[in-house]
């Protein structure tokens, strides 16, 4: 049974940074692409980074320049570094894996990240 385990969630200030992971379990993920999404009060999940398995990676517009996705597939863990954090970005913050970006097949549980002004 595939698993998940999220962390770094919480509460920041504006302008202030937070660092997610997600720790999966399976031998598959090496060969997965990995993504983050998420999902505020009262709007649809929306695609905010997606990584390869070859480290191609790929943003939302409302996040370039200050979101970094990575991996480490030793650990079997991606990473969404998170810089000049805005209350816009307060959100569920989900993770997904699947064979390409799409055709996600597991996802996180989902954690909350809040921004405060």
């Known amino acids: 049974q595939v698993q998940f385990v999220e962390s770094g969630g919480g509460l920041v200030q504006t302008g202030g940074s937070l660092r997610l992971s997600c720790a999966a379990s399976?031998?598959?993920?090496?060969?997965?692409?990995m993504g983050w999404y998420r999902q505020a009060p009262g709007k649809q999940r929306e695609l905010v980074a997606t990584i390869t398995t070859g480290g191609s990676t790929n943003y939302a517009d409302s996040v370039k320049g200050r979101f970094t996705i990575s991996r480490d597939n030793a650990k079997n863990t991606v990473f969404l570094q998170m810089n000049s954090l805005k209350p816009e970005d307060t959100a569920v913050y989900y993770c997904?894996?699947?064979?390409?970006?799409?055709?996600?097949?597991?996802w996180g549980q989902g954690m909350q990240v809040t921004i405060s002004s």
């Open positions: 997904t894996g699947g064979l390409k970006t799409g055709l996600w097949d597991y």
């Open positions: 399976g031998s598959w993920f090496s060969i997965y692409t």
